[in-house]
């Protein structure tokens, strides 16, 4: 929910915060990041490590030790666990544009409801990874670049795709 005070952080964290160097560079970079994103989002655990370039909303909760990578963009309810690593450009949608009524052109259909997406703990996000709305990642899960996620994936399963399937279990 977007708080006039939330807007605030977010407006200074766009304009400062986000285009900082990398966290690689210095953790003052990192520290930063972290400063601006806890006062914007539901929740942030500890030592999350927000990217250059990293845009989210306010519906955004992060366990400890996770991620979001350079330039990636999560919108909408999203759940992230713990020790979760996100690769650069990252798209993450909870919502879609209504599409029903062959009459009327989708730009005037307005969205669909919100569907929150869930990532489990010790999740790996590849490169370019979308993930639809509504998905549920589970734990331990390997999601390979580029693949498009549009439903839930078990535990401990490296997926990869377009769209996304399971391709074998951690582990096997």
Same mark, same amino acid.
């Given at each position: 929910?977007?708080?006039?005070?939330?807007?605030?952080?977010?407006?200074? #964290?766009?304009?400062?915060?986000?285009?900082?160097?990398?966290?690689?560079?210095?953790?003052?970079?990192?520290?930063?990041?972290?400063?601006?994103?806890?006062?914007?989002?539901?929740?942030?655990?500890?030592?999350?490590?927000?990217?250059? =370039?990293?845009?989210?909303? %306010?519906?955004?909760?992060?366990?400890?030790? @996770?991620?979001?990578?350079?330039?990636?963009?999560?919108? =909408?309810?999203?759940?992230?666990?713990?020790?979760?690593?996100?690769?650069?450009?990252?798209?993450?949608?909870?919502?879609?544009?209504?599409?029903?009524?062959?009459?009327? @052109?989708?730009?005037?259909?307005? #969205?669909?409801?919100?569907? %929150?997406?869930?990532?489990?703990?010790? +999740?790996?996000?590849?490169?370019?990874?979308?993930?639809? %709305?509504?998905?549920?990642?589970?734990?331990?899960? $390997?999601?390979?670049?580029?693949? $498009?996620?549009?439903?839930?994936? %078990?535990?401990?399963?490296?997926? =990869?795709?377009?769209?996304?399937? +399971?391709?074998?279990?951690?582990? @096997?």
């Amino acid at each position: 929910m977007w708080t006039k005070k939330k807007k605030i952080y977010f407006i200074l #964290y766009s304009l400062t915060a986000k285009w900082l160097p990398e966290s690689r560079h210095s953790s003052f970079f990192k520290k930063t990041r972290q400063f601006w994103t806890k006062y914007i989002i539901s929740s942030m655990g500890r030592n999350v490590n927000v990217e250059k =370039g990293a845009h989210f909303t %306010p519906e955004l909760s992060i366990g400890n030790n @996770s991620g979001i990578g350079i330039k990636c963009e999560l919108y =909408g309810k999203i759940t992230i666990g713990n020790d979760v690593l996100m690769g650069p450009e990252v798209i993450i949608y909870t919502q879609n544009h209504c599409t029903r009524d062959k009459n009327k @052109s989708i730009i005037s259909q307005g #969205y669909d409801d919100m569907k %929150p997406v869930s990532i489990g703990n010790d +999740v790996w996000i590849g490169r370019r990874v979308m993930i639809m %709305p509504g998905c549920k990642i589970g734990n331990g899960c $390997v999601i390979a670049a580029g693949a $498009v996620v549009t439903k839930n994936m %078990p535990d401990y399963t490296i997926v =990869g795709g377009v769209p996304a399937r +399971v391709l074998k279990k951690r582990g @096997s």
